[in-house]
């Protein structure tokens, strides 16, 4: 069975990401979306409630998995015995962090091959950080995140709507 382990911070889980688990999906048997709970990085949600978000958008793919990781990613593969790294581009902006970070990852664990997928065009804008701002001034996320994620900001927020 092929396993690809889908990695990151999903703070939270946009529907940029979910189009990404669905490509995912196609190609690979298993993808196993792995928050990384890693406490040098500052959260607005906490694992659980990542997880949670993460969980209710994975519902109806049935390949799809949630999972969470702490450490190095390289170590997380190896108990997975997986050897493939999803990740996502969106715009050239994002390839030179990502250059680094599968070459380290390589450079760590010499089988982990990265792929990059991208997404759909309308959400080539998209990110967990944009969708909290918006979400911060009270603004409408509909085609952003799923209503679920749109509620948790709301109360993150404290925002009456
Ligand atoms: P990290 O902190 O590990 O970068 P993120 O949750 O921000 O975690 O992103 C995880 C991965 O998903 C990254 O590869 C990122 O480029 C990708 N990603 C984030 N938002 C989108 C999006 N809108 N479309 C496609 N890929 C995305």
Known sequence: MATAV????FDPVTLGHLDLVQRACRIFDHVIVAVSNNHSKKHTFSA???????????RDIPQAEVDTFSGLLVEYLK???ATTVIRGLRAV???EYEFQLASMN???YPRTETIFLMPDEQYT???????????????????MVSPFVAKKL???????R
């Open 106 to 108: 390589r450079r760590l």
């Open 125 to 143: 804008y998209l990110s967990s950080s944009m969708v909290k701002e918006v979400g911060r001034m009270g603004s409408a996320l509909d085609g």
């Open 79 to 81: 108990t997975k015995k």
């Open 154 to 160: 709301r109360l993150k927020f404290k925002i009456r």
């Open 48 to 58: 659980a409630e990542r997880i949670e978000m993460l969980k209710n958008a994975v």
């Open 93 to 95: 902006s994002d390839l």
């Open 6 to 9: 889908y990695p990151g911070s």
